[in-house]
Protein backbone atom coordinates (compact mmCIF):
# COMPACT_ATOMS: atom_id res chain seq x y z
CA UNK A 1 0.00 0.00 0.00
CA UNK A 2 2.77 2.21 -0.90
CA UNK A 3 3.34 4.72 -3.65
CA UNK A 4 7.24 4.72 -4.75
CA UNK A 5 8.85 7.86 -6.18
CA UNK A 6 11.74 7.01 -7.57
CA UNK A 7 12.10 8.94 -10.17
CA UNK A 8 12.77 12.52 -8.99
CA UNK A 9 15.68 11.17 -6.99
CA UNK A 10 19.35 11.53 -8.22
CA UNK A 11 20.13 8.28 -9.94
CA UNK A 12 23.47 7.14 -10.66
CA UNK A 13 23.30 3.36 -11.35
CA UNK A 14 22.38 0.44 -9.75
CA UNK A 15 25.82 -0.64 -7.80
CA UNK A 16 25.90 -1.11 -4.24
CA UNK A 17 27.44 2.03 -3.50
CA UNK A 18 24.84 4.03 -4.44
CA UNK A 19 21.84 2.38 -2.83
CA UNK A 20 24.47 2.79 0.55
CA UNK A 21 24.18 6.31 -0.17
CA UNK A 22 20.54 6.36 -0.40
CA UNK A 23 18.06 6.47 2.44
CA UNK A 24 14.53 4.23 1.87
CA UNK A 25 12.21 7.07 3.71
CA UNK A 26 8.41 6.69 3.79
CA UNK A 27 6.69 10.21 2.94
CA UNK A 28 3.00 10.50 4.64
CA UNK A 29 0.61 13.11 6.26
CA UNK A 30 -1.32 13.86 9.15
CA UNK A 31 -3.87 16.26 8.98
CA UNK A 32 -2.11 17.83 6.36
CA UNK A 33 1.33 18.12 7.76
CA UNK A 34 3.49 15.87 5.43
CA UNK A 35 6.32 13.49 8.19
CA UNK A 36 8.66 11.62 6.31
CA UNK A 37 10.03 8.46 8.58
CA UNK A 38 12.64 5.55 7.85
CA UNK A 39 11.16 2.64 5.78
CA UNK A 40 12.24 -0.13 8.43
CA UNK A 41 10.40 2.00 11.31
CA UNK A 42 7.26 1.01 9.57
CA UNK A 43 5.32 -2.15 10.10
CA UNK A 44 2.10 -1.74 7.56
CA UNK A 45 -0.61 0.34 6.15
CA UNK A 46 -3.89 -0.65 6.18
CA UNK A 47 -7.08 0.85 6.81
CA UNK A 48 -8.44 2.60 9.84
CA UNK A 49 -11.44 0.39 11.64
CA UNK A 50 -12.19 2.91 14.35
CA UNK A 51 -10.88 2.80 17.65
CA UNK A 52 -11.68 2.22 21.06
CA UNK A 53 -11.28 4.83 24.01
CA UNK A 54 -8.91 4.33 26.72
CA UNK A 55 -9.63 6.43 29.72
CA UNK A 56 -5.38 7.10 29.77
CA UNK A 57 -3.20 9.69 30.98
CA UNK A 58 -0.68 8.90 28.36
CA UNK A 59 -0.45 12.10 26.67
CA UNK A 60 -1.75 10.75 23.14
CA UNK A 61 -1.98 7.28 23.47
CA UNK A 62 -5.83 7.14 24.43
CA UNK A 63 -6.90 4.74 22.00
CA UNK A 64 -7.12 1.11 21.07
CA UNK A 65 -7.72 -0.31 17.50
CA UNK A 66 -8.40 -3.44 15.96
CA UNK A 67 -5.74 -5.44 14.24
CA UNK A 68 -6.58 -9.05 12.92
CA UNK A 69 -7.36 -10.83 16.14
CA UNK A 70 -5.65 -8.56 18.71
CA UNK A 71 -5.31 -4.49 19.20
CA UNK A 72 -2.77 -1.96 18.77
CA UNK A 73 -2.48 1.26 21.22
CA UNK A 74 -3.06 4.35 19.11
CA UNK A 75 -0.76 7.42 19.34
CA UNK A 76 -2.62 10.48 18.10
CA UNK A 77 -0.03 11.97 16.13
CA UNK A 78 -2.83 14.86 14.86
CA UNK A 79 -3.03 15.77 18.31
CA UNK A 80 0.59 16.20 18.86
CA UNK A 81 0.88 18.53 16.08
CA UNK A 82 -2.61 19.58 16.25
CA UNK A 83 -4.09 18.86 13.49
CA UNK A 84 -7.46 17.64 12.66
CA UNK A 85 -7.12 14.62 9.96
CA UNK A 86 -8.16 15.80 6.52
CA UNK A 87 -11.76 14.02 4.80
CA UNK A 88 -11.43 11.32 3.38
CA UNK A 89 -11.00 7.57 4.69
CA UNK A 90 -7.90 7.85 7.02
CA UNK A 91 -5.47 5.24 6.61
CA UNK A 92 -3.52 3.32 9.72
CA UNK A 93 -0.20 3.23 9.85
CA UNK A 94 1.47 0.35 11.96
CA UNK A 95 4.82 1.66 13.71
CA UNK A 96 7.66 -0.89 14.26
CA UNK A 97 7.92 1.23 18.06
CA UNK A 98 10.42 -0.04 20.88
CA UNK A 99 7.89 -0.96 23.23
CA UNK A 100 5.67 -3.13 20.48
CA UNK A 101 3.83 -2.63 17.77
CA UNK A 102 1.65 1.11 17.39
CA UNK A 103 -0.77 2.59 15.10
CA UNK A 104 -1.39 6.05 13.70
CA UNK A 105 -4.38 7.52 12.29
CA UNK A 106 -2.92 9.02 8.68
CA UNK A 107 -4.56 11.52 5.89
CA UNK A 108 -5.89 9.38 3.58
CA UNK A 109 -3.10 9.95 0.94
CA UNK A 110 -1.64 6.57 0.18
CA UNK A 111 2.36 6.93 1.52
CA UNK A 112 4.59 7.29 -0.60
CA UNK A 113 8.14 5.67 -0.43
CA UNK A 114 11.35 7.82 -1.65
CA UNK A 115 14.82 6.87 -2.40
CA UNK A 116 16.39 9.88 0.01
CA UNK A 117 20.32 10.85 -0.78
CA UNK A 118 21.86 10.69 2.43
CA UNK A 119 23.22 14.37 1.71
CA UNK A 120 19.97 15.31 1.87
CA UNK A 121 19.29 13.52 5.27
CA UNK A 122 20.06 15.98 7.70
CA UNK A 123 20.08 14.20 11.69
CA UNK A 124 20.04 16.99 14.41
CA UNK A 125 18.45 17.40 17.77
CA UNK A 126 15.81 19.82 18.47
CA UNK A 127 13.46 20.90 20.85
CA UNK A 128 10.95 17.69 20.17
CA UNK A 129 12.93 14.75 20.34
CA UNK A 130 10.22 13.32 18.46
CA UNK A 131 11.88 14.57 15.26
CA UNK A 132 15.32 13.75 13.88
CA UNK A 133 16.09 15.83 11.27
CA UNK A 134 14.80 17.05 8.41
CA UNK A 135 15.40 15.46 4.51
CA UNK A 136 14.43 16.49 0.94
CA UNK A 137 11.84 14.11 -0.86
CA UNK A 138 11.20 14.88 -3.92
CA UNK A 139 11.09 19.21 -3.59
CA UNK A 140 9.63 18.86 -0.14
CA UNK A 141 12.16 19.49 2.75
CA UNK A 142 10.12 17.11 5.85
CA UNK A 143 10.89 16.58 9.07
CA UNK A 144 11.62 13.29 9.77
CA UNK A 145 9.94 11.55 12.56
CA UNK A 146 11.52 9.13 14.82
CA UNK A 147 8.43 6.49 15.05
CA UNK A 148 10.63 3.70 16.85
CA UNK A 149 10.40 6.34 19.75
CA UNK A 150 7.63 8.21 19.62
CA UNK A 151 6.21 9.14 22.50
CA UNK A 152 8.95 7.57 24.94
CA UNK A 153 11.31 11.02 25.48
CA UNK A 154 8.81 13.73 24.80
CA UNK A 155 5.32 14.12 25.61
CA UNK A 156 4.93 17.74 24.86
CA UNK A 157 2.97 18.68 22.06
CA UNK A 158 4.75 19.56 19.03
CA UNK B 1 -31.83 -6.68 37.92
CA UNK B 2 -30.60 -9.16 35.59
CA UNK B 3 -27.82 -10.09 33.35
CA UNK B 4 -28.34 -9.74 29.58
CA UNK B 5 -26.28 -12.94 29.23
CA UNK B 6 -23.78 -14.91 30.01
CA UNK B 7 -21.54 -15.95 27.46
CA UNK B 8 -18.28 -18.83 27.31
CA UNK B 9 -15.48 -17.49 25.08
CA UNK B 10 -13.33 -20.32 26.23
CA UNK B 11 -13.02 -23.59 24.48
CA UNK B 12 -9.94 -24.98 25.55
CA UNK B 13 -9.40 -26.90 29.55
CA UNK B 14 -7.53 -24.04 30.43
CA UNK B 15 -7.52 -21.43 33.43
CA UNK B 16 -10.49 -19.16 32.33
CA UNK B 17 -11.87 -15.45 34.20
CA UNK B 18 -15.73 -14.82 34.15
CA UNK B 19 -15.91 -11.21 34.11
CA UNK B 20 -19.04 -8.71 34.54
CA UNK B 21 -19.19 -6.38 31.54
CA UNK B 22 -20.15 -3.01 31.42
CA UNK B 23 -20.53 0.07 29.30
CA UNK B 24 -18.97 3.15 30.88
CA UNK B 25 -19.63 5.87 28.53
CA UNK B 26 -18.35 4.45 25.32
CA UNK B 27 -16.05 1.63 27.02
CA UNK B 28 -16.87 -1.44 27.86
CA UNK B 29 -15.33 -2.28 31.28
CA UNK B 30 -14.63 -5.83 32.56
CA UNK B 31 -14.73 -6.69 36.25
CA UNK B 32 -13.90 -9.89 37.71
CA UNK B 33 -17.30 -11.21 38.42
CA UNK B 34 -15.74 -13.29 41.55
CA UNK B 35 -16.36 -9.87 43.83
CA UNK B 36 -19.43 -8.81 42.65
CA UNK B 37 -22.29 -9.35 44.84
CA UNK B 38 -25.40 -8.34 43.57
CA UNK B 39 -26.48 -5.66 40.40
CA UNK B 40 -29.36 -3.30 41.32
CA UNK B 41 -31.39 0.05 40.12
CA UNK B 42 -30.43 3.48 40.92
CA UNK B 43 -34.00 3.57 42.69
CA UNK B 44 -32.90 0.12 44.78
CA UNK B 45 -29.57 1.84 45.91
CA UNK B 46 -30.77 4.61 48.39
CA UNK B 47 -29.51 8.15 48.44
CA UNK B 48 -27.13 8.61 50.96
CA UNK B 49 -24.25 7.46 49.32
CA UNK B 50 -24.50 3.84 50.51
CA UNK B 51 -26.32 0.70 49.41
CA UNK B 52 -27.65 -1.78 51.26
CA UNK B 53 -28.58 -5.28 49.82
CA UNK B 54 -28.75 -8.52 51.95
CA UNK B 55 -27.86 -7.40 55.12
CA UNK B 56 -24.40 -5.69 53.27
CA UNK B 57 -23.47 -1.77 52.89
CA UNK B 58 -22.05 -0.89 50.16
CA UNK B 59 -20.36 2.87 49.97
CA UNK B 60 -20.80 4.48 46.58
CA UNK B 61 -17.46 5.51 44.58
CA UNK B 62 -18.06 7.51 41.04
CA UNK B 63 -16.06 4.88 39.61
CA UNK B 64 -16.40 6.77 35.58
CA UNK B 65 -15.05 9.70 37.15
CA UNK B 66 -11.97 7.55 38.68
CA UNK B 67 -11.52 6.16 35.64
CA UNK B 68 -11.96 9.40 33.79
CA UNK B 69 -14.46 7.98 31.48
CA UNK B 70 -17.30 10.38 30.74
CA UNK B 71 -20.35 8.46 31.56
CA UNK B 72 -23.98 9.10 29.94
CA UNK B 73 -25.93 9.94 33.13
CA UNK B 74 -28.79 8.21 34.48
CA UNK B 75 -30.85 6.23 32.21
CA UNK B 76 -33.44 3.17 32.57
CA UNK B 77 -30.18 1.06 31.57
CA UNK B 78 -28.13 2.72 34.43
CA UNK B 79 -27.72 -0.33 37.17
CA UNK B 80 -24.93 -0.14 40.49
CA UNK B 81 -22.77 -2.78 41.06
CA UNK B 82 -22.46 -3.97 43.84
CA UNK B 83 -18.45 -5.17 44.48
CA UNK B 84 -16.73 -6.26 47.58
CA UNK B 85 -14.44 -8.88 48.75
CA UNK B 86 -13.24 -10.29 52.64
CA UNK B 87 -12.32 -6.55 53.21
CA UNK B 88 -13.68 -3.76 51.22
CA UNK B 89 -17.25 -3.33 49.62
CA UNK B 90 -18.06 -0.31 47.32
CA UNK B 91 -20.88 0.03 45.26
CA UNK B 92 -20.65 2.09 41.48
CA UNK B 93 -22.79 3.24 38.95
CA UNK B 94 -22.45 1.87 35.14
CA UNK B 95 -24.22 3.32 32.35
CA UNK B 96 -25.61 -0.73 30.88
CA UNK B 97 -24.83 -4.23 32.27
CA UNK B 98 -23.63 -6.16 28.98
CA UNK B 99 -23.35 -9.75 30.86
CA UNK B 100 -21.21 -11.97 32.08
CA UNK B 101 -18.21 -13.82 29.90
CA UNK B 102 -15.64 -16.17 30.86
CA UNK B 103 -12.35 -15.68 29.22
CA UNK B 104 -9.50 -17.65 28.41
CA UNK B 105 -6.96 -16.64 30.62
CA UNK B 106 -4.26 -16.70 27.56
CA UNK B 107 -6.79 -14.30 25.60
CA UNK B 108 -5.88 -11.75 28.63
CA UNK B 109 -3.50 -9.76 27.26
CA UNK B 110 -1.62 -7.05 29.08
CA UNK B 111 -2.18 -3.12 28.73
CA UNK B 112 0.48 -2.09 25.80
CA UNK B 113 3.56 -0.74 26.99
CA UNK B 114 3.12 2.62 25.53
CA UNK B 115 0.40 3.28 28.20
CA UNK B 116 2.89 4.29 30.21
CA UNK B 117 0.38 6.56 33.15
CA UNK B 118 -2.12 6.15 36.27
CA UNK B 119 -3.79 3.74 33.82
CA UNK B 120 -1.48 1.12 34.48
CA UNK B 121 -2.65 1.05 38.25
CA UNK B 122 -6.59 1.22 37.14
CA UNK B 123 -6.43 -1.19 33.92
CA UNK B 124 -4.69 -4.53 34.08
CA UNK B 125 -5.29 -5.42 30.80
CA UNK B 126 -8.11 -6.09 27.81
CA UNK B 127 -9.66 -9.06 25.82
CA UNK B 128 -10.74 -8.78 22.22
CA UNK B 129 -14.76 -9.58 21.81
CA UNK B 130 -16.32 -9.80 18.61
CA UNK B 131 -17.95 -6.83 18.69
CA UNK B 132 -16.11 -4.87 21.43
CA UNK B 133 -12.31 -4.59 23.35
CA UNK B 134 -12.82 -4.55 27.02
CA UNK B 135 -10.82 -3.13 29.44
CA UNK B 136 -10.31 -4.69 32.18
CA UNK B 137 -10.19 -2.85 35.60
CA UNK B 138 -8.03 -3.63 38.88
CA UNK B 139 -10.50 -5.09 40.99
CA UNK B 140 -8.33 -4.06 44.14
CA UNK B 141 -8.29 -0.48 42.46
CA UNK B 142 -11.54 0.00 42.36
CA UNK B 143 -11.86 -1.35 46.29
CA UNK B 144 -9.23 1.18 47.00
CA UNK B 145 -7.21 -1.51 47.87
CA UNK B 146 -3.56 -1.54 47.91
CA UNK B 147 -2.93 -3.61 44.14
CA UNK B 148 -1.06 -6.91 44.25
CA UNK B 149 1.01 -8.60 41.36
CA UNK B 150 -0.82 -11.33 39.11
CA UNK B 151 -4.21 -9.87 40.04
CA UNK B 152 -6.15 -12.09 37.74
CA UNK B 153 -4.66 -14.81 38.92
CA UNK B 154 -6.62 -14.73 41.86
CA UNK B 155 -9.60 -14.83 40.10
CA UNK B 156 -8.87 -17.66 37.21
CA UNK B 157 -10.80 -20.65 37.57
CA UNK B 158 -9.67 -23.90 35.94
CA UNK B 159 -12.74 -24.60 32.72
CA UNK B 160 -12.33 -28.05 32.62
CA UNK B 161 -13.71 -28.45 36.42
CA UNK B 162 -17.03 -26.63 35.72
CA UNK B 163 -19.79 -28.71 34.39
CA UNK B 164 -21.89 -26.75 31.11
CA UNK B 165 -24.64 -24.85 32.49
CA UNK B 166 -23.01 -24.34 35.87
CA UNK B 167 -22.54 -20.87 37.72
CA UNK B 168 -19.81 -20.05 39.90
CA UNK B 169 -21.09 -20.35 43.18
CA UNK B 170 -18.70 -17.72 44.77
CA UNK B 171 -21.03 -15.29 42.56
CA UNK B 172 -23.46 -14.20 45.00
CA UNK B 173 -25.76 -12.11 42.74
CA UNK B 174 -29.04 -10.84 44.23
CA UNK B 175 -31.49 -13.73 43.31
CA UNK B 176 -33.27 -12.34 40.83
CA UNK B 177 -30.35 -11.56 39.05
CA UNK B 178 -28.62 -14.88 39.38
CA UNK B 179 -32.02 -16.83 38.44
CA UNK B 180 -32.36 -14.74 35.48
CA UNK B 181 -28.64 -15.18 34.70
CA UNK B 182 -28.93 -18.90 34.84
CA UNK B 183 -31.64 -19.01 32.81
CA UNK B 184 -30.04 -16.99 30.41
CA UNK B 185 -26.80 -19.01 30.04
CA UNK B 186 -28.96 -22.73 29.73
CA UNK B 187 -27.76 -23.35 26.05
CA UNK B 188 -25.01 -20.86 25.88
CA UNK B 189 -22.51 -21.99 28.21
CA UNK B 190 -19.43 -24.58 26.89
Redesign the interface.
Given at each position: MLRTQLGRQPHKGSNGATEARMQHMVVFSVGGQRLAARTEEIGGVMPWTGLTAVPSDTPFVRALVRQEKGCLPVFDLAAKFKRSLQDGEPLCLVVKHVDGPLAICIDSQVPSLHMVARSAVQYRAGNDPDIAGTCIAGEEELPIINLTTLGVSSNRPA | MGLRGHKTAVVSSGLAVRFLVALM????VAFPSHWVRGIVTPAEGGQDGHVTWANASYERTDLARR???QAKGVTAETRIVLYANEQRSRSFAVDKVVGLIDVERTLI?PL????????RE??LG?F?ESS??A?IANPFWVLELPSRTNVLDVFALRVSERRPGEFDSRLRLPSAALEEASAMSVGSAK
Open positions: - | GPTHLTIQPAQFRGGERLLVYIL
